[in-house]
């Protein structure tokens, strides 16, 4: 059975739309808590995580912070969870950390705004004017979050697989059509799916090996994966610790043979072609 994600805009009942499709087939509902649980292993703090995925990030600090390690440590972290699928993943990013994969079904749940402001009104007891200032700065703050993250938009269709407006369709509708949708034989995984999700998995746990090593975390090595044989490549400046990288791979599960491609050229011969 699939993989499903549901990007939950503000005020859509994304989570009760998600409890209710997992209980419907029988899967484990999750969200970004459990993605901040299992993303310790990489060495990112519980506060770190919690600060990129829910802060409003300023422009100044886009330029000055490296969202790399965190979007490798979510990418990880959701790939551990999902093994095996039958999991319905709730939040703002899971439909872009899983990219390539055919049996994952991406949901985007939106509504009028008016439908959101009467949500907001009821929720959190602000006016219409007040609703409406609160929706935009959530929006906002999402759309430059997944900017940061991904360089993407989270209000592009083209990135999903459905767009429900839960306005029109209500909660049971929304809920029953995700059901059938995860139901079609297209979204049913096949031994090639799988690969491509196992080689997404073991990339993901290889990056997140290599951006936690004091050593390896700053040399941009560039990783492919293909049936567990893994491929580090890059181009660098000075000498890289070869040995080392070669068994801080093989030591990812899934991991059967490492192939390197490191290329140096030296800074005062890099100037020469200026």
């Known amino acids: ?24 087939l029988g899967y484990r509902c999750v969200s970004r808590e459990v993605l901040i649980e299992a993303s310790r ?69 939106t509504a009028p705004l008016e439908f959101r402001i009467k949500q907001v009104q009821s929720q959190q007891g602000l006016n219409e004017a007040g609703a409406r200032s609160y929706i935009d700065h959530v929006d906002e703050a999402r759309t430059r979050r997944l900017v940061a993250l991904f360089g993407t938009d989270w209000r592009d269709i083209t990135r999903y697989d459905l767009a429900l407006n839960v306005a029109q369709l209500g909660i049971e509708g929304v809920t029953r059509v995700i059901v059938e949708a995860a139901r079609l034989e297209r979204y049913q995984p096949t031994a090639a799916s799988e690969q491509d999700f196992e080689n997404l998995a073991i990339t993901s746990q290889v990056r997140a090996a290599l951006v936690t090593s004091h050593s390896c975390r700053n040399l941009g090595i560039t990783v492919k994966v293909e049936k567990g044989e893994v491929h580090v490549s890059g181009v660098f400046a000075h000498a890289v610790p070869e040995e080392e990288i070669v068994l801080l791979v093989k030591s990812v599960p899934g991991v059967t043979r490492v192939v390197t491609d490191f290329t140096v050229i030296p800074a005062n011969l890099g100037e020469s072609y200026y």
């Not at 994600?5 to 997992?22: L, P, S």
């Not at 899971?94 to 994969?101: A, K």
């Open 41 to 109: 292993s990489c060495g990112i703090s519980e506060a770190k995580l919690n600060e990129v995925l829910e802060k409003d990030p300023h422009w100044w600090e886009r330029w000055l912070q490296n969202m790399r390690p965190y979007r490798i440590a979510l990418q990880a972290a959701l790939c551990e969870v999902a093994q095996g699928g039958n999991i319905v993943y709730h939040g703002h990013i899971g439909h872009e950390l899983l990219p390539g994969i055919r049996h994952v079904l991406k949901v985007l749940l």
């Open 1 to 24: 059975m699939p993989i499903i994600t549901i990007y939950r805009g503000a005020f859509t009942a994304g989570e009760e739309i998600a409890k209710g499709v997992a209980q419907a």
